[in-house]
């Protein structure tokens, strides 16, 4: 979700994702602050403004990680 808006300021992904999921702003931002708390983004707060969120590279990793075990998993499956 995240990773297909990297590059837009914090507020302009809030209000993207608001807009695509259709999730109230407090949501967005909720969740969007866990991600930053755990270092999975790279974003702008109050005191830093201006930086675009980007994925970490932990963020990335993990995405890779997932993406190869759902297609094995789906390769296991359609061998049935």
């Not at 914090?10 to 807009?19: A, E, G, I, M, S």
């Not at 969120?53 to 759902?70: M, N, P, Q």
């Amino acid at each position: 979700m995240v990773k297909k808006y990297e590059g837009l300021l914090y507020h302009k992904l809030v209000q993207r994702l608001n807009q695509e999921y259709m999730l109230p702003p407090s949501t967005v931002r909720w969740n969007l602050n866990k991600l930053r708390d755990a270092k999975l983004i790279l974003a702008g707060n109050q005191e830093k403004k201006g930086i675009p969120v980007r994925l970490t590279k932990e963020a990335k990793l993990i995405i890779t990680v997932y993406k190869k075990k759902a297609e094995k998993h789906r390769l296991a499956t359609n061998h049935k």
